[in-house]
């Protein structure tokens, strides 16, 4: 239970944290559309379109969080966890989408370039930029490291930053030699860094919804630990998933020597304690065999 309790405390921090930055990106956002409009710049209304994004998936991530909360039912009995792993997937598809979209519109604007007024498009930027570190820091108060859902939160508030900081040098270049161009170079830059970090984050999120072995887990290393156990001559359908960030269950059948069948019990405490204890694993099922039962569980398999 301990550990379903420290991830409702960080479920309780996280949403505080994602209240934090949805009100200052909301604020910016309008702000930086109307600036962008203003100073007709790409990389500014790139970044209000980004920024009404952010919001969206800042709100996208909140609900999860909220969802996830909800008690196990009999009809999800995981409960709701895996709502916080499906909002790191629409993070991550919008962010795909948004880079195709600005480099889209960079390509026209190579075509033809417009007018910028680089000044204004520095001050708005810069403001922006501001705007969006105050974000950042908020929502690293939260679990970024190790929440798909708050890294999809905290990737579209960098990626964010990030298209403020371009914002601000093609401002520059374009105010002191009046290079035009800069606007969707330094727009088609962002792009990229943007649709690489939403590829590793849709990586990541997929390999859950896969079911696929937590990263930090090895599973020859957990086979070996359990075969060290007194009594266990072999092991099948060992299968370790992760239910929602910060959540891993397992699985597995021990097979031992009959003669220790009086000592079932003794090696079901130690297999629970090395899962407990050094895989930090807090839902595990274990089941003791005296001989292979695959044949008889799932023959087709």
Known sequence: MGHHHHHHHTGHMNK???KVAMAIIGSWMFIQFIGG???GSLALLADAVHMFNDFSNLLISLVAIILAAKAATRKRTFGNHRYEVLAALLNSVALLIISVFIIREAIDRFMAPQEVMGGAMIVIAFIG???NIGAMLAL???DVKDNLNMRGAYLHVLSDALGSVAAIVAGVIIYFTGWYIADPILSIIIAIMIFLTAISLLKETIHVLLEGTPTNIHLEEVENA????????????????????????LTAHLIIEPSYSEKHHDILLQANDYIR???HIEHSTIQ????DLREQEHPSI
């Open 288 to 291: 003791i065999e005296k001989e």
């Open 226 to 249: 359990l075969l060290q156990i007194e009594g266990v001559i072999n092991i099948h359908d060992l299968h370790v998933w992760t239910i929602t960030s910060g959540i891993n269950s």
């Open 140 to 142: 690293m108060r939260g």
């Open 37 to 39: 409009l203003w100073t």
């Open 16 to 18: 505080r944290n994602l």
């Open 129 to 131: 930029l501001i705007a």
């Open 277 to 279: 204890t050094k895989l």
